[in-house]
Structures are given as structure tokens and as C-alpha cells.
């Protein structure tokens, strides 16, 4: 069923990318493509925990400890939204690596939780150092930014193939 499900994934991105062939290389906008689609998911699944499943309320966790509906929106499109951008890495933008799932795995959570930090810390040095510049403004570079060190970091580095006589 994966391979069925890849083969059409594939197909409907290969398709949308013939007139865009001879500009971007096909790995890139298939990075694009599920990583956009990816980007809309987490958006979606964001609106929809924050204002229908939490209805906009924190809610407790133990004792005194509260969750705000946004940070709680946040792991929600998290959990859902992280495996599936490991799994369409994994199958359609880098399908060629051959180092084992657990391994990519792991490296793909450190790039996750690098790249959350690094957000972090941008978003709050355009604050500090550019604070004329619109919030919305700001994270659009920094989404920019992030977008394409996560590209290289799974290129390079998640989903890496590496030699075969390496393996042995």
C-alpha cells in the first residue's frame, strides 16, 4: 500500500513540476511540494485543535499545571504533523538513502527540535535587532531561512546515502 500511495504521490508531483523542470531540480520541488503541503497540514491541524478541539481554553494537566489552548494546538499539529513529514522525506524527496529508518529517524527529530530553536532564537533577534519590522514580516524570512537549512540538513545529513562498501 506505501508503494502504491508513493507511486501516486510521486506521480502527481512529477507532474505539477514538468513546467518548472528546467529551473528547479526535481528533488527540490519535490521538497517543496511535500513540505508545503506539509506546512498547510500543520496550519490546518493548528486552526482546527485550537478552536474547535480546545475550543480556545487552557485546560489542566496535573494538579496546577496548565496548558494554553495555543501551546496545546502546537503539540497537537505536532504530533501529527512530524511523522508525516518524516515519512514523505523519507519516501519522496530523499527515497534513495540507504541508511536504516531508525537512524534517519533520529537524525530527523535533532534537525526538528535544531530548527525549533533556531526559530526561536530568530524570532527574537529580529525583535531586538529589527523591531520596526512587522512580527509577520520577520518569520516569513525566517521561515525562509529555516526552510532552506532544513533542505540541506536532510540532504546532507538526515537522509544521506552513504557508500556501500561503508556499510559492511
Known amino acids: 500500500m506505501l508503494s502504491k500511495a508513493r507511486h501516486i504521490i510521486v506521480g502527481l508531483i512529477d507532474y505539477f ?3 518548472f523542470a528546467r529551473f528547479i531540480p526535481e528533488q527540490t520541488f519535490r ?6 503541503s506539509n ?11 485550537f478552536n474547535v478541539v480546545l475550543k480556545r481554553q487552557s485546560f489542566g494537566i496535573y494538579k496546577d499545571i496548565a496548558i494554553t489552548a495555543p501551546v496545546g494546538a502546537q503539540i497537537i499539529s505536532f504530533c501529527i504533523c512530524f511523522p508525516i513529514g518524516f515519512i514523505l522525506s523519507r519516501h519522496i524527496v530523499f527515497p534513495e538513502s540507504n541508511l536504516h529508518g ?27 535587532i529589527l523591531p520596526m519590522v ?11 531561512i529555516t526552510s532552506v537549512l ?10 544521506k546515502s552513504v557508500d556501500e562498501d561503508i556499510l559492511e
Open 31 to 36: 521538497y517543496l511540494a511535500c513540505g508545503g
Open 102 to 128: 531508525r537512524k534517519q529517524f533520529f537524525r530527523y527529530a535533532l534537525a526538528t527540535a535544531t530548527f525549533i530553536l533556531l526559530t526561536y532564537v530568530l524570532i527574537k533577534m529580529f525583535a531586538i
Open 17 to 19: 513540476h514538468k513546467p
Open 150 to 159: 532544513s533542505y540541506l540538513s536532510q540532504r546532507f545529513f538526515t537522509f
Open 39 to 49: 506546512t498547510v497540514l500543520n496550519w490546518v491541524v493548528y486552526s482546527l485543535s
Open 134 to 144: 512587522r512580527a509577520d514580516i520577520s518569520y516569513i524570512f525566517i521561515m525562509v
